[in-house]
């Protein structure tokens, strides 16, 4: 459960703010759009192995 503590005063657009950022890290949106349609393992193995080719990518041009 996400909890957002609130100061006296505060605004509550602010704390709707803060309520949506903890909420999307946590990741359910993400899992659950992954849910709707099946990928093959294959199919994750090679989006992940782009993904790290691609941060490795960009650790290498930050050097």
Known sequence: MIV???KEGENIERALKKFK???E???VIKELRG???FKKP???RREE?????YVQQLQQSED
Not at 49 to 53: D, P, S, V
């Open 4 to 6: 957002v503590p609130v």
């Open 21 to 23: 950022r903890k909420f």
């Open 25 to 27: 890290k946590t990741g």
């Open 35 to 37: 849910r709707q349609a």
């Open 42 to 44: 294959s199919e994750v």
């Open 49 to 53: 192995i782009k993904h790290a080719k």
